[in-house]
């Protein structure tokens, strides 16, 4: 039998203190909130009991970061699609960001299984004065453990309304994006981290933090297949290939450290779950 499942978190600010409210129906929450960086910052870590998706299984996550506050979410592990007979596996997010807010989405990879068929979902509203750090990590098979990605589809939608759009598919058996130079060129993890504003950026900022991104790439390991550009005024990202997720996991990181430091003041400070 499916799983349908829905988690809303509000965010809101209270005396210097970022607090989170839940509420949930099905296999989807967060745990306890935490406070690694002091008050002003709620750490959470979403989790999927049972642990991926299958064909006919859709998740519904909203997140609102009300004025004042400064929420950070991540996972304990990857998201799982897996193999499906014919029904389509649906994860949808909806993030909402307030004038005033900060919020920093971080979810682990989502893993597609060989024969999954599935849909991911992001769609970031952010209001004026409000700003979102957030990254999408997607990879195909398991090659470590020699699964790869050989049959299913997979489609990717990330969007800010009226302001920027990216939608893809991947079927396995297309063979030119898999494999061509001017596709995924035999890599096996495609990953973006994205910073966007609800309103436009002064020009010497979103240089700042694209120069700080090349920064990163520039003689990494991932640097003839990595690159960051604002496709517009609101919107600053970095993209990633690897043939492994671990790599790409590694560079999106430092980039997130180096933006942190720059828009914020703030150390990189990972969630606790990274280290177990």
Known sequence: MPWHA?????????HGRSLARFRHEGPLRILQSLYPEGDAICHNVLVHPP????????????????DGSHGLITTPGASRFYRSDGELALQRTRLNVAAGA????????ALCYSGCRAENRLQMQV???????????????????????????YQQHIEVPGTWLERGRIDADDTRLLHSPLGLAGHQCLASLFHVV???????RRERLLEIARAATDGHALAASAGATAP???VVVV??????????????????????????????????????
Do not use: C, K
């Open 6 to 14: 829905r988690l809303d978190i509000a965010y809101h600010h209270d």
């Open 51 to 66: 642990g991926g998706l299958v064909g006919g299984d859709t998740l519904d996550i909203a997140v609102d970061a009300a």
């Open 102 to 109: 900060r919020l920093e989405w971080l979810p682990l990879e």
């Open 127 to 153: 209001a004026p004065g409000g700003e979102l750090i957030g990254w999408d990590i997607t990879a195909l098979g398991l090659p470590l453990a020699g699964q790869p990605f050989r049959a299913g589809r």
């Open 198 to 204: 609800g309103e436009p950026m002064p020009r010497a």
């Open 232 to 234: 517009n005024a609101q």
């Open 239 to 276: 993209r990633v290939l690897a043939p492994l997720v671990e790599p790409a996991v590694q560079l999106l990181r430092t980039v997130w450290a180096g933006w942190r430091r720059e828009l914020w003041g703030l150390s990189a400070t990972p969630p606790r779950i990274w280290s177990t």
